[in-house]
């Protein structure tokens, strides 16, 4: 038998006499209370933040990589070699601006109101 999850907090807001009526529409629309379908929809706001964190971090490591390796290509096309200190240097610039890369390509995808 599944133990049902005890509730123990609530949040409250006040909104207006039409986003009230508008919260109904919109809850009986989905066949579920008030109550219930303002839940889901706060949860569901964090489980969103929780895969866009991951999209972050993993198209952060995608960048990272490619940098990498296009500065690896483009040495290795000239008939150069890398040296350690080289190498090491790539890989700390890599890592440096990743994330903010990362956010910067979703962003565009966040603001137009794309899933994850």
């Known amino acids: 038998m599944v133990k ?3 509730r123990t907090k609530s949040i409250g807001t006040k909104v207006t006499e039409q986003e ?3 919260l109904d529409e919109l809850a009986a629309a989905a066949g579920r209370s008030r109550a ?9 706001q964090l489980e969103q933040r929780a895969v866009k964190a991951q999209e972050e971090t993993v198209l952060a490591e995608l960048l990272g990589l490619r940098a990498i390796l ?3 290509l483009f040495k ?3 008939g150069e070699r890398m040296t350690e200190e080289q190498m090491q240097s790539l890989i700390a610039a890599a890592d440096a601006g990743k994330i903010e890369r ?15």
């Open 4 to 6: 049902a999850i005890l």
């Open 20 to 22: 009230y009526a508008r």
């Open 36 to 44: 219930e379908w303002v839940r889901d929809i706060l949860v569901g």
């Open 70 to 72: 296009l500065n690896l």
């Open 76 to 78: 290795m096309a000239r």
């Open 102 to 116: 990362a956010r910067k390509l979703l962003a565009p995808a966040c603001a137009a109101g794309v899933q994850p």
